[in-house]
């Protein structure tokens, strides 16, 4: 039995060189900081509708959400849908402002009443027409229940979707809960519809955003910036990525 002795201890060395194995690629994750996901939770919870808005990312993380920007918008309890006008102004007032495009329409954030933040049918086609020109872009949901969803869409390599997860960063700067300047925004911007007047098709169909879509959206400034810098996305991933090709503009 001493013979076994040589053999125990050989065993704390593998330990340790296991430990020092390089760490798997971190998977990108959505950030929100306490600010940015407080009003999100807040707007989510004003009406009984969806609402949808656009993530502002910080200036040098392009998955670290600062603010919630909501827009004109047609809301019933399946669907969001912009108004093609607010969409335009959105893009000239942030143009206008001198923010870099991957600050502010790359990050699709909606809200779900209910428990599940499963995209809908709605959402997959939203996602992919209206995003998917972009070099990259993440679509978000929260639900009532407090479920959340994000995915990434890319076009590195191959393109590819990956589900990140998404976390709240309490370690950036933050400022404090604004619930009037957030409640002003939600009337000015949401408009509650009953479904009955506005089906699913409504949605569904080819209206929202497409005007702009069409002459705007096509010249293709908004889609591409080499962000590879700033966002590594690692192609060798892990189980969770998909292999659907990306959605190709004609
Ligand atoms: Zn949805």
């Not at 798997?24 to 807040?42: I, N, Q």
């Not at 954030?109 to 993440?138: I, K, N, Q, Y």
């Not at 408009?191 to 702009?212: I, M, Y």
């Amino acid at each position: 039995m001493k013979d076994s002795v040589p053999i125990a201890a050989p065993k704390k060395k593998m330990k340790t060189t296991r430990r020092k194995r390089r760490p798997k690629e971190p998977t990108p994750t959505l950030r929100f900081s306490p600010f940015a996901w407080a009003k999100l939770l807040f707007l989510r919870d004003l009406g009984d509708t969806e609402v949808g808005g656009f993530g502002i990312s910080n200036e040098d993380d392009p998955l670290l959400v600062e603010d919630v920007r909501l827009i004109g918008q047609r809301t019933t309890v399946v669907s969001v849908e912009f108004d093609d006008e607010a969409v335009a102004d959105f893009f000239d007032a942030q143009v206008d402002a001198g923010l870099a495009v991957e600050r502010w329409f790359r990050l699709w954030l909606h809200t779900h009443p209910g428990d599940s933040a499963e995209p809908s049918a709605t959402d997959e086609e939203t996602f992919e027409r209206v995003f998917g020109r972009c070099d990259w872009a993440v679509m978000a949901i929260l639900a009532t229940g407090g479920q959340t969803y994000a995915r990434m869409r890319f076009k590195a390599g191959p393109g590819g979707q990956i589900e990140i997860p998404i976390d709240v960063d309490f370690s950036v700067p933050f400022v404090g809960s604004d619930p009037v300047r957030w409640e002003r925004e939600y009337d000015e911007c949401v408009r509650p519809e009953s479904p009955q007047f506005a089906p699913l098709k409504s949605a569904a169909d080819d209206t929202g955003w497409k005007e702009f879509y069409g002459e705007e959206f096509l010249e293709g400034e908004f889609f591409q910036h080499d962000m590879s810098d700033a966002v590594d996305i690692s192609l060798e991933n892990d189980g969770r990525l998909h292999d659907e090709p990306i959605f190709a503009a004609e």
